[in-house]
């Protein structure tokens, strides 16, 4: 039942971030707006890879993301600062599409399983989980702004 509301709650809050950026103009993509430091191709670049690398290499899980996204999409990155063409919008959403599934399937009898130590201060792969999706909804809300502020 736990493992049900978990992953029940991760796929509801990909599904709504992929219906949010399905509606972003591929011009728009690439534009960084005044008052923000990232384009939504880098907000969602960056839950791919934070979501990959918070769950699957503190759980020491094999990884799905190919480990240059991080150079691109990890904290304190910028599309200013790439020195070349970033992973392309489509295989980012694709990933995105994926990816949840690829977390149940790898970790489905996992949650209680004890994960490295780390910054959010998880003990286990549920609250590395349960720290992911929180993180995934306050990037829901900067690409809901940064919509709006591109229209």
Same mark, same amino acid.
Request: overall charge negative; glycine content about 4%.
């Given at each position: 039942?736990?493992?049900?509301?978990?992953?029940?709650?991760?796929? +509801?809050? +990909? !599904? +709504?971030?992929?219906?949010?950026?399905?509606?972003?103009?591929?011009? *728009?993509?690439?534009?960084?707006?005044?008052?923000?430091?990232?384009?939504?191709?880098?907000?969602?670049?960056?839950?791919?890879?934070?979501?990959? +690398?918070?769950?699957?290499?503190?759980?020491?899980?094999?990884?799905?993301?190919?480990?240059?996204?991080?150079?691109?999409?990890? !904290?304190?990155?910028?599309?200013?600062?790439?020195?070349?063409?970033?992973?392309?919008?489509?295989?980012?959403?694709? #990933?995105?599409?994926?990816?949840?599934?690829?977390?149940?399937?790898?970790?489905?009898?996992?949650?209680?399983?004890?994960?490295?130590?780390?910054?959010? *201060?998880?003990?286990?792969?549920? #609250?590395?989980?349960?720290?992911?999706?929180?993180?995934?909804? !306050?990037?829901?809300?900067?690409?809901?702004?940064?919509? *709006?502020?591109?229209?």
């Amino acid at each position: 039942m736990r493992d049900t509301f978990l992953f029940g709650a991760l796929d +509801r809050y +990909r !599904n +709504r971030l992929l219906q949010l950026v399905e509606g972003c103009p591929e011009d *728009k993509r690439n534009v960084v707006p005044a008052g923000f430091n990232n384009s939504i191709h880098w907000q969602i670049g960056h839950v791919l890879a934070v979501t990959d +690398r918070l769950i699957f290499t503190l759980s020491e899980q094999p990884s799905f993301v190919s480990a240059n996204y991080i150079s691109f999409f990890g !904290n304190g990155t910028k599309p200013a600062d790439w020195q070349e063409d970033p992973p392309a919008w489509e295989d980012i959403i694709a #990933q995105l599409k994926e990816q949840p599934v690829q977390i149940r399937e790898s970790l489905h009898e996992k949650l209680d399983m004890p994960v490295k130590e780390n910054m959010m *201060k998880a003990a286990t792969i549920e #609250q590395l989980i349960n720290f992911s999706i929180m993180h995934e909804a !306050n990037h829901f809300g900067v690409i809901s702004a940064m919509m *709006k502020v591109l229209k």
